[in-house]
């Protein structure tokens, strides 16, 4: 066990693996659940309008997890706090089911949070991978509040109290934020005090897909932080030069990135061929 660890004091975890479609994945999600050396956990699996494969798997896995939820389609938010609303553990951790943990990371989470009260969030570094294997790690940075005004510096998967989770309301399941609820909800949490504990190692698996979530964001990646702003515009305004940087530099980058791409040799092939094309076109008319 980890140093200092209270073995008088065992509170209750409850980790919340939402599902969606995800035969080829759950079994290892819930594993990583099961096989956890934390021992008081209880495990929650809802199922987020599957299809048949998926509601197979699920029925196979229902005799060794503590729950199966089973609701219509109604998106990742509604579907954690689904799940959290049938929780009994003072701490939660979200899990998507194509994701999986460590099997330290419960225990070293829950050690980090009995020893220090401000810790609002505890999270880790981060394997990404594909089918290919290994991508890259990624290290959150962690912190407080302002760490947390215009990025996410935690990972998806990382583990709060319930009463935290009481007191914000929960998931923001109302605003068009797909793809940045983990963020927002930081955000709301945190806006109490607090700060995000990294545990600087890798714990946790992220599997990066195809047509992904992720992907799909990342094109109205702003338009999606704007809502987010909208929603918080006392924390926002209060932190209003921070924000005018933080979005001209998001601009700046973005101009640069332009200007790279018309740099490019084959931009400057594919100009140089469509140039004649054009002339002709316009000679024909």
Known sequence: MPENYNNRNIPLLSIVISCYNDAAYIEKAVASALNQTYSNKEIIVVDDGSNAETKAVLKKLEPVITKLITQENQGQSIARNNGIRKANGEYILNLDSDDFFEISFCEKAISQFQKEEQITLVTCNVNRFNKKGTIDVFFPNGGALNNFLFSNSAMGSSMFKRKDWELCGGYEEKLPILGLEDWEFYIQIL??????????????????????????????????????????????????????????????????????NTERIDFKIGKAILKPLRWVKSVLK
């Not at 987010?228 to 998001?250: D, G």
């Open 191 to 260: 806006k109490f005090g607090g700060y995000a504990y990294v545990i600087e190692e890798i714990l946790f698996n992220y599997q990066v897909r195809e047509n992904s979530t992720t992907d799909r964001i990342r094109e109205v990646r702003l338009d999606k932080f704007k809502h987010i702003i909208m929603k918080h515009k006392e924390l926002y305004s209060a932190n209003f030069e921070a924000l005018v940087e933080n979005l001209f530099n998001q601009i700046k980058r973005e101009q640069s990135e332009k200007i790279k």
